[in-house]
């Protein structure tokens, strides 16, 4: 099976991400930033599918320059090629946009099977996965905690509030899969010394014959209008227990009517 995995390249969390002030979009370029964690699920999964049959895994992101560091990363995991969208008319987009490059950039590249995170770790829409599906006229099976592959069939486990459902469908398919699908592996050595060598191939908007003015910043149908820092986080409320903390704790938990 053919599995491509689309991964985001995100700000680090800890890095202190903030907003470009010229045009209040993400700052992906001043700050550090790494492939999104929940991508790294996506990843494994696609691994675990191709090592218990055949085939190969090719990790495909569209971002800045720098999100060539979240494709090394899945090549360090095992992934077997890399496919790196650039190009700065790109900046800005939203996204239908992001789905709309990634579903021509699919379009080149051969898949049986379409995994993606649950969702980015910045943006965090959880969107884009169905906009791609939508776009190809491929089935979407979404949110999956537990991935069975036979042949190319894939059911999944969803967890629900209410209900567990098993969800079936026959590829080639969408999948996003969620964080309780189990420990994503961390590089070996002897994987990182290998995706030094593996294939990272770069395409421009020109290469998938998308018009630059259906992306980026100005073909956005959302923009950001302003923002700003979020308060630092106060110490919060200290409880001294001089044998009368459980009385204390209720008494607080009642003013902030927790109970
Ligand atoms: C704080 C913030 C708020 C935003 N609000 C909006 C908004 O309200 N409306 C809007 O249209 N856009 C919005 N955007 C822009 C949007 O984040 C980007 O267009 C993004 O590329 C897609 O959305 P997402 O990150 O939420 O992806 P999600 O839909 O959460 O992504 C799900 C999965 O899709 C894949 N994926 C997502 N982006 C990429 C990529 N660039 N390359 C490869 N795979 C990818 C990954 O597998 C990911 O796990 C916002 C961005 C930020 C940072």
Not at 35 to 39: A, V
Not at 118 to 126: A, K, P, Q
């Given at each position: 099976m053919n599995i491509v995995v689309c991964v985001k390249y995100v700000p680090d969390?800890?890095?202190?991400p903030t907003f470009n002030?010229?045009?209040?979009?993400?700052?992906?370029?001043g700050v550090d930033g790494l492939?999104?964690?929940?991508?790294e699920y996506a990843v494994e999964q696609a691994l675990k599918i191709v090592e218990a049959g055949e085939g190969e895994v090719t990790v495909l992101t569209v971002g800045p320059e720098q999100a060539t560091d979240a494709i090394r990363k899945a090549l360090q995991m095992g992934a077997d090629k890399g496919v790196h969208v650039f190009?700065?008319?790109?900046?800005?987009?939203d996204a239908a946009a992001t789905s709309l490059v990634l579903a021509e950039a699919l379009k080149k590249i051969e898949y049986d099977l379409i995994v993606f995170g649950?969702?980015?770790?910045?943006?965090?829409?959880?969107v884009v996965p169905t906009m791609v599906a939508e776009r190809l006229g491929l089935p979407a099976v979404t949110f999956g905690s537990e991935i069975t592959a036979n042949g190319s069939t894939i059911s999944i486990r969803r967890d629900g509030d209410s209900a567990t459902e098993t969800i079936e469908a026959t590829g080639p398919l969408v999948l996003s899969v969620t964080d309780q699908t189990g420990e994503a592996r961390y590089p070996s050595f002897k994987g990182i010394m290998a995706a030094k060598k593996k294939e990272v191939t770069q395409w421009s908007l020109s290469d998938l014959g998308?018009?630059?003015?259906?992306?980026g910043l100005d073909a956005a149908?959302?923009?950001?209008?302003s923002f700003e820092a979020r308060p630092a986080r106060t110490a919060g409320v200290i409880v001294n227990d001089e044998g009368d903390g459980g009385v204390k704790l209720v008494e607080y938990l009642a003013s902030q009517k927790f109970v």
């Open positions: 969390s800890t890095a202190n002030s010229s045009d209040n979009t993400v700052d992906r370029v492939l999104s964690e929940l991508d190009d700065d008319a790109i900046h800005g987009s649950m969702t980015s770790t910045d943006g965090g829409m959880g998308v018009d630059a003015s259906q992306v149908w959302t923009k950001v209008s």
